[in-house]
Nanobody
Framework: QLQLVESGGGLVQPGGSLRLSCAAS?????????IGWFRQAPGKEREGVSC????????NYADSVKGRFTISRDNAKNTVYLQLNSLKPEDTAVYYC???????????????WGQGTQVTVSS
């Protein structure tokens, strides 16, 4: 069964950067899974941030992060990355990666989820 583990979160000042990683085990991402990144802030619903197709040829971003976040994947390493630049306090949340058949920003389209990594943007 596919397992996902996120890493790379932390505390960063506004304007700073982080790179999140989503490492997969138990299956091969390349052949089966699109990957989405989601986030959830306290008291708010989980929202889609970005997603990438199985081949990496198609990506999508939420309007709130376009131009600041970049998703990529290294299928040889079974890992998907989310580069977070120009971070704002409103980006503070737990970030999750998820695997599914089709790359969308809808949480219910995904079957497998990681445990999440905390990103805190504060001065």
């Amino acid at each position: 069964q596919l397992q996902l583990v996120e890493s790379g979160g932390g505390l960063v000042q506004p304007g700073g950067s982080l790179r999140l990683s989503c490492a997969a085990s138990g299956s091969t991402l390349r052949y089966y899974y699109a990957i989405g990144w989601f986030r959830q802030a306290p008291g708010k619903e989980r929202e889609g941030v970005s997603c990438i197709s199985r081949s990496g040829g198609s990506t999508n971003y939420a309007d709130s992060v376009k131009g600041r976040f970049t998703i990529s994947r290294d299928n040889a390493k079974n890992t998907v990355y989310l580069q977070l630049n120009s971070l704002k306090p409103e980006d503070t949340a737990v970030y999750y990666c998820a695997a599914g058949v089709v790359a969308t920003l809808r949480p219910y389209d995904y079957d497998y989820w990681g445990q999440g990594t905390q990103v805190t943007v504060s001065s």
